[in-house]
């Protein structure tokens, strides 16, 4: 992790992950699917809301469904007990 994305958490950024599934125009059977991350705002996403605006200008293809997973909490990383002694001399 970055310095940069630990000062975006502090201001209230958190991880959002979006499953884009979509239809190319030269594939209109085949659904398809990728998947963005970028530390974003809830609850009103502007990050993800300018790269969908992006999509919808720049890319051809005919978005389908977006799922959005949002991760609310700064928190230490898991840790776990070890059975064991480790002398320092």
């Not at 963005?36 to 609850?43: F, S, T, V």
């Not at 502007?46 to 949002?70: C, G, M, N, Q, Y």
Request: proline share 4%; net charge negative.
């Amino acid at each position: 992790m970055s310095r940069r994305d630990v000062i975006r958490q502090l201001e209230g950024h958190r991880l959002t992950t979006a499953e884009i599934h979509y239809y190319r125009l030269d594939a209109p059977s085949l659904l398809q699917l990728f998947v963005w991350q970028e530390y974003d705002l809830a609850p009103d996403f502007p990050a993800l809301f300018a790269f969908l605006e992006h999509w919808r200008r720049e890319i051809e293809a005919t978005l389908h469904s977006v799922r959005i997973s949002h991760d609310g909490m700064i928190r230490p990383t898991e840790s776990r007990a070890v059975d064991g002694v480790i002398d320092i001399q």
